[in-house]
C-alpha cells in the first residue's frame, strides 16, 4: 500500500530503522516512532485497520497481507519502499535496528477457550521466522499473560528456543502493566525482548509512574517514591459532553467553536495538554503531524435507550452495572482493561465498553483513545465497532514509547525529533468498509486468512476478480 506524498526534509535525520508485524491501526508504531524510531513497514492482514494505519503513517509502507504466508522477499522489498519514503536521497545498507509485533493473542488469552491446538498461536512462530530472515539487532514480542501459563507454557519455550539457536539472547521476559508508564489503564502485558548476540544488551524498562489505584504488579514494591501516574478523568476531564453536539449523533467529528476549545483547554490536565497538542511533550521524537486542529473526532454518539439510561445514571463510580456488565469508571482511579471483542469471522462481539464515570453513557472512541494514550491527532475508523476494536488490539502508545526507548539506549543513539510536519492523507480512509478497504489496500483474497473472508462483500470481491 502506497500512502499518499508527504513533506520531508531532502536528507532526513538518520534514526534506527524499525518494522511492525501485527501492526492493526499502529499502537506500537506510534509508541516507537515517538520513542525515535523510523517505522519503515508495518504488516496487518485486516484491511479495514491497515487502511487506518495508511492513513496515521503516511510514510509507513503498509503491507497488507497475512504473515503466515508473507514471503520475506515480500517484506524486505516493502522494507526498501519505507526506507525510501523516509529517507529518498540515501540508499539503504540494509540494517534493521528492531523487529516488533503482537501476534493476536486469543489463542492465549484466559477470556478465551485458551486451545494449545488453536492455529493462531502458530503466528508466534511465523513471527520468529521474519525476525530471523530480516536479522534485525533487536525484536520485541508482545502478548497476553496467559502465553505464559498451562499447555501454552511449552510453546513460549519452543519459541525461546529457536531464537537462542538463531543468535539471539533472551533475557526473562516479564509482564509489565502500562499503568506504570504513564497510561491511565491497567493493563498488564507479556513482553519478550532479546537481542542479537553481537550487540549491546538490553533491558525491560524500569517503571515510571506509581498507578493512581494499586494494580497487580510483582513490581509493586519497587514503586515507592515514583510520581502518580494519570487517572481516568485527567484522560477525558476535558473532552465535552456528546450529547451537546446533535451533529455526533450522524457524525464521528464536529468542528468545535474558540469557546468550546478554551473550555476544554481550561480543564485539561498535563495528560490531556500534552495529547491534544496545547504542550509540548519533551519525550516525543515522532513526526509532527498537520492533524484536524478545532475537531473533535472519534466522537460518534451511542444511543441508549431510557431504561438504560437510568441504570447508568444509577451505578456508583467503580461498580458494574448488574444488567450489561458494564463498569462504570472512577474518575480518580484507572480505567479497566480496554478489550477488542471479536471479529466477523466470530459473530462481531463487542466487548464491554467501560460507562463514563459522570456521564449515564459509554464512553465514546476518543475517550477510549485517551484512556489509551493516543493523541488526538490519530484517527480511528468512523465506525464505533472497528474503533473500539482499533484501541482494544493496540499497544498502548505511551507504553510502546518506553519499550521502544529501551532499545535506542542500548543501541547507544539519541533519539532525534523531525521538524517537518507530515501532511495526512485524504480521510476517506477512514470511513471505507471491508471491501472498498481491500481494493485500496492491494490485498488479494488469498492473502486474507480463510476467518476473515466470510462476509458478502470479501466473497463478491473474489468473484470480481
Not at 545498507?93 to 477470556?111: E, N, R, Y
Not at 477488542?340 to 464515570?357: F, I
Not at 468498509?433 to 488469498?446: D, L, P, V
Amino acid at each position: 500500500m502506497h500512502p499518499a506524498a508527504s513533506p520531508h526534509p531532502t536528507k532526513a535525520p538518520k534514526r534506527p530503522v524499525a518494522v511492525d508485524l501485527f501492526a492493526g491501526a499502529g499502537g506500537l508504531s506510534l509508541g516507537l516512532e515517538q520513542a525515535g524510531f523510523d517505522v519503515v513497514t508495518s504488516v496487518e492482514y485486516d484491511p479495514v485497520h491497515a487502511t487506518t494505519h495508511a492513513f496515521n503513517f503516511p510514510l509507513t509502507d503498509v503491507l497488507c497481507d497475512d504473515i503466515g504466508k508473507l514471503p520475506v522477499d515480500a517484506l524486505r522489498r516493502s522494507v526498501q519502499r519505507g526506507w525510501e519514503n523516509h529517507h529518498p536521497a540515501e540508499p539503504w545498507d540494509g540494517t534493521v535496528d528492531l523487529v516488533a509485533g503482537g501476534p493476536p493473542c486469543q489463542g492465549f488469552s484466559w477470556i478465551g477457550k485458551r486451545r494449545v491446538d488453536d492455529a493462531r498461536n502458530d503466528l508466534i512462530f511465523h513471527f520468529f521466522r521474519l525476525v530471523n530472515s530480516l536479522r534485525p539487532k533487536y525484536f520485541l514480542m508482545e502478548n497476553v499473560p496467559g502465553i505464559t501459563a498451562g499447555e501454552h507454557k511449552e510453546l513460549l519455550a519452543d519459541l525461546v528456543s529457536k531464537f537462542e539457536d538463531a543468535g539471539y539472547v533472551v533475557p526473562k521476559p516479564q509482564i509489565l502493566n502500562a499503568a506504570h508508564y504513564g497510561v491511565p489503564q491497567d493493563r498488564r502485558r507479556f513482553m519478550l525482548l532479546g537481542y542479537r548476540n553481537d550487540v549491546n544488551p538490553v533491558s525491560h524498562p524500569a517503571p515510571i509512574f506509581q498507578p493512581v489505584r494499586p494494580v497487580r504488579s510483582t513490581l509493586s514494591a519497587q514503586l515507592d517514591g515514583l510520581p502518580l501516574g494519570a487517572s481516568v478523568w485527567d484522560a477525558i476531564g476535558d473532552l465535552p459532553d456528546l450529547d451537546a453536539f446533535p451533529a455526533l449523533a450522524s457524525s464521528d467529528k464536529v468542528k468545535l467553536t474558540s469557546t468550546q476549545r478554551k473550555k476544554m483547554e481550561l480543564a485539561s490536565s498535563a495528560y490531556a495538554r500534552m495529547l491534544c497538542g496545547i504542550d509540548e511533550d519533551p519525550t516525543d521524537f515522532s513526526h509532527p503531524r498537520a492533524g484536524m486542529s478545532g475537531w473533535l473526532t472519534s466522537s460518534w454518539q451511542t444511543q441508549h435507550t431510557q431504561t438504560s439510561i437510568d441504570r447508568f445514571a444509577a451505578t456508583e463510580q467503580g461498580k458494574t452495572e448488574k444488567i450489561s456488565r458494564f463498569l462504570r469508571l472512577s474518575e480518580g482511579g484507572l480505567c479497566n482493561t480496554l478489550r477488542a471483542g471479536t471479529g466477523g469471522e466470530r459473530g462481531a462481539h463487542t466487548s464491554p465498553r467501560p460507562l463514563h464515570p459522570r456521564l449515564a453513557r459509554v464512553i465514546s472512541v476518543r475517550e477510549a483513545a485517551r484512556l489509551h494514550s493516543f493523541p488526538d491527532w490519530f484517527r480511528l475508523h468512523s465506525t464505533k465497532w472497528n474503533g473500539f476494536r482499533q484501541i482494544g488490539n493496540a499497544v498502548p502508545p505511551i507504553f510502546g514509547r518506553a519499550l521502544g526507548r529501551a532499545v535506542i539506549e542500548a543501541l547507544g543513539v539519541e533519539a532525534v525529533k523531525p521538524t517537518i510536519e507530515l501532511d495526512l492523507p485524504d480521510e476517506k480512509l477512514l470511513y471505507m468498509a471491508m471491501g472498498e478497504a481491500t481494493r485500496f489496500a492491494g490485498a488479494t483474497h488469498e492473502s486474507i486468512p480463510k476467518s476473515r473472508r466470510q462476509s458478502r462483500e470479501l466473497l463478491e470481491l473474489a468473484a470480481a476478480v
